[in-house]
């Protein structure tokens, strides 16, 4: 653990609050925030292909559009929005609005989780994230058993397995100018040219 002038004690890549014994963050810690961190990573690839798909354009000309939008949040309310009016019965709609929830709050724990300051409470040992101020809140520290972060994980890994699914079996027409694989990387649904 190393100090800096600010106060802070950095262990890893998190900063703490508290100087931080080598022992608090164990490696199942580490393991869940890392599967966290990649399994968010996996659902922005997953979002934006989709929204180049449903856009009609290939990755390379796509991705000029997706980089533009700031995070992942928003690229999913953009993917809804551009689906939305796609939908011809109302089952496919409430199918996707169940998909779209689910990343909604996958998102959300993992920023939660990428974007907190890590702090050891030295009076009972426990570990605890503290989030920062924002418009709507005021700062918070609420304990991060490791539990909690293996559910944030699974939580990630579920909402973009529920995308996949969700275009495997959603008889969505694109007209692309080429053949799109879905998932990427996998065996799943061609979207053809109509």
Do not use: C
């Amino acid at each position: 653990s190393v100090s800096t002038s600010s106060g802070f004690s950095f262990f890893g890549v998190f900063a703490m609050s508290d100087p931080i014994p080598e022992s608090s963050l164990s490696p199942e810690y580490h393991i869940a925030i890392g599967v966290i961190t990649v399994n968010g990573a996996l659902m922005d690839q997953l979002v934006e292909t989709a929204i180049w798909m449903v856009l009609k354009m290939p990755p390379e000309r796509g991705v000029t559009v997706t980089k533009l939008i700031a995070n992942t949040s928003r690229k999913i309310q953009f993917l809804r929005d551009l689906l939305d009016p796609m939908f011809v019965d109302d089952e496919i709609r409430t199918d996707f609005h169940e998909v779209y929830s689910k990343l909604k709050s996958a998102q959300k724990n993992r920023s939660k989780i990428v974007h907190a300051k890590w702090v050891f409470k030295q009076s009972d040992g426990t570990i605890h994230i503290e989030l920062p101020l924002t418009e709507e809140t005021l700062p918070v520290v609420e304990p991060m058993p490791l539990k909690q972060l293996q559910r944030y994980g699974s939580e990630i890994a579920t909402s973009h397995r529920a995308l996949e699914n969700f275009f495997l079996q959603a008889d969505i027409q694109v007209d692309t100018s080429g053949t799109y694989q879905w998932p990427p990387r996998t065996e799943g649904r061609k979207f053809h040219q109509k």
